[in-house]
């Protein structure tokens, strides 16, 4: 599977954005999928992550309540809803996607073999 992020953007503090990631080439509903970002001098983190078929999520702590990870398999694409965004959510952001990876690791970087390219997310103050 092949991986396109889309959707990021310069907001300001208390906006919305919704980034996109469309999978081509296999069937995207056997797939997990997990957005992550990674700030400038800052290790990569997990945001969310959706189970295949949906609906066991993960949401970090400092998102939870402000985004909501969705996905539609017709499409083959799985959406980040970003709400409320602070200047602190600023990075980098992709997604990727593994076929097996079991709930409680759906927080972990390393369960996923498929990476897209990143979007920037710029939150100004």
């Known amino acids: 599977v092949q991986l396109q992020a889309s959707g990021g953007g310069l907001v300001q503090a208390g906006g919305s954005l919704r980034l996109s990631c469309v999978a081509s080439?296999?069937?995207?509903?056997?797939?997990?999928v997990g957005w992550f970002r990674q700030a400038p001098g800052k290790e990569r983190m997990t945001v969310a992550a959706?189970?295949?078929?949906?609906?066991?999520?993960f949401y970090d702590a400092s998102v939870k309540g402000r985004f909501t990870i969705s996905r539609d398999n017709a499409k083959n694409t799985v959406y980040l809803q970003m709400n409320s965004l602070r200047p602190e959510d600023t990075a980098v952001y992709y997604c990727?996607?593994?076929?097996?990876?079991?709930?409680?690791?759906?927080?972990?970087?390393?369960?996923?073999?498929?990476w897209g390219q990143g979007t920037q997310v710029t939150v100004s103050s």
């Open positions: 080439g296999r069937t995207f509903s056997r797939y997990s």
């Open positions: 990727a996607a593994s076929p097996s990876v079991i709930v409680s690791n759906l927080w972990n970087p390393t369960a996923y073999s498929t």
């Open positions: 959706i189970k295949l078929n949906g609906p066991s999520t």
